[in-house]
């Protein structure tokens, strides 16, 4: 079984949907949990890190955490056509050490 | 945020050869780096943590020998692929991190091996 588990899509919308980007674990030591984006051929960049349970706010951006379910999400409100790319959620049990889901894959259509 | 320079941002070499890959950050001192491997369609995998001054730590599975990183200077490490071989072609992945815990990543480099 992985640390992280995430559904790699391919997950397709139309503009202005929301979206909910999923990941569940299995270490319950996990303390730090991240949402990455990542557009082809380039490096992850942080949209948003949340440090143990709750809710996290951020524009159009939400992240949850439920350390009871070890389940994680990140919504994405009114989507956009730029918001198109792969999303990675990540976690780590101390400050540095990340572990990251698998990465999904999704296209907001115009 | 932090910024994070790769180089070369791709690279074409012939089986057998050696291959380096330098990463930098650019606006901050990185006491720690890391490596990272991506396949297609995959996660990003570590394979290995660098201190400035030290020696690299490798994750499980990962060949030291063929991996070569050396973190000189608090902004410049580097990972050397020695003897590549088609298998080692991948994207690969730095990121630093200063005096916290977030990691800033660079743009990363798609090795050919052919």
């Known amino acids: 079984q992985k640390e992280v588990e995430q559904d790699p899509g391919p997950l397709s919308v139309p503009e202005g949907a929301i979206v909910s980007l999923n990941c569940t674990y299995s270490?319950?030591?996990?303390?730090?949990f991240m949402w990455y984006r990542q557009y082809s051929r380039k490096g992850p960049e942080l949209l948003m890190y949340?440090?143990?349970?709750g809710n996290k706010e951020d524009g159009r951006f939400t992240a949850q955490v439920d350390k009871s379910s070890k389940y994680i999400s990140l919504f994405i409100r009114d989507s956009q056509p730029s918001d198109s790319a792969t999303y990675l959620c990540?976690?780590?049990?101390?400050?540095?050490?990340?572990?990251f889901g698998q990465g999904t894959r999704l296209t907001i259509n115009p | 945020g932090a910024v994070v320079s790769q180089h070369p941002s791709r690279v074409i070499c012939k089986s057998g050869t050696s291959v380096k890959i330098e990463c930098r950050s650019l606006?901050?001192?990185?006491?720690?780096m890391f490596w990272y491997r991506q396949f297609p369609k995959q996660s990003l995998m570590l394979m290995a943590t660098?201190?400035?001054?030290?020696?690299?730590?490798?994750e499980q599975g990962v060949e030291k020998d063929k991996f070569l990183i050396n973190h000189a200077s608090l902004t410049l490490s580097t990972l050397t692929v020695t003897s590549a071989h088609p298998e080692d072609s991948s994207f690969y992945i730095c990121?630093?991190?200063?005096?916290?815990?977030?990691?800033?990543f660079g743009p990363g480099t798609r090795l050919t091996v052919l």
């Open positions: 606006d901050f001192q990185a006491t720690t």
């Open positions: 660098s201190n400035e001054g030290s020696k690299a730590t490798y």
């Open positions: 270490n319950s030591a996990f303390q730090y």
């Open positions: 949340t440090y143990s349970s």
């Open positions: 990121s630093a991190s200063g005096s916290d815990w977030e990691q800033f």
């Open positions: 990540a976690m780590a049990r101390g400050a540095q050490k990340l572990v």
